[in-house]
């Protein structure tokens, strides 16, 4: 990683921002001072992990999902319903990581657009399904193509091997959480 200059102090507001990586050394230099005893690895794998996840989604939004009138939320949930097709909201908001409250919020935006339809579901009356509209469908084929081309721009920063080997390192991260007992939404 390139050296970079020290951010400016706290307060400073007359010096430009100093860039994420920056940031992160700064942050590593005032955790060991502050908590010698601290695990600097640990934590600026997920302060790295997190920056770029939050940056690669960004860039999705702002430059795939916002222009075809969507969001990243919405290709989320549309996404899985075309993979696992009809769906409960409970089942959609684990496959896409979104609160209830939030999956039953953009139904209804998306109910709206025409691209989802509530149903009663087949199995207790009190309950719905979602299903995917042909609209719906329709979007989502765009949407992917659009968000898979921008993913392999993306993915071209790292050889085939390093793809593979960040795929199994994410993966063993996942299978970690169990072991520790991270809370994980419903």
């Known amino acids: 990683m390139p050296n970079h200059d020290r951010p400016a102090p706290a307060g400073d507001t007359s010096a ?3 860039d994420y990586w920056s ?3 700064a942050a590593q230099r005032r955790i ?3 908590f010698p005893d601290a695990d600097l690895d640990a934590n600026r794998l997920f302060l790295s992990l997190n920056r770029s996840s939050s940056t690669a989604v960004y860039d999705f939004e702002s430059t795939i999902h916002r222009p075809a009138g ?3 939320s919405s290709f989320r949930l549309l996404l899985a319903l075309w ?3 009809p769906l409960s909201p409970n089942e959609a908001a684990r496959l896409t990581g979104m609160s209830r409250a939030a999956v039953s919020n953009l139904t209804g935006t998306l109910v709206g657009k025409g691209l989802l339809r509530r149903e009663a579901s087949p199995d207790d009356g009190r309950s719905v399904t979602l299903r995917l509209t042909e609209d719906g469908l329709a979007k989502i084929r ?3 193509r659009a968000q898979n081309e921008r993913e392999s721009q993306w993915a071209e920063a790292l050889t085939d091997d390093e793809q593979h080997t960040l795929v199994t390192l994410l993966e063993k991260l996942m299978e970690q959480r169990e072991r520790i007992g991270a809370r994980a939404r419903r």
Do not use: C, K, Y
């Open 16 to 18: 430009t921002p100093p």
């Open 23 to 25: 940031f992160v050394q």
């Open 32 to 34: 060991s001072q502050e």
């Open 70 to 72: 969507g969001t990243w």
């Open 83 to 85: 993979v696992s097709g």
């Open 142 to 144: 765009v949407a992917f």
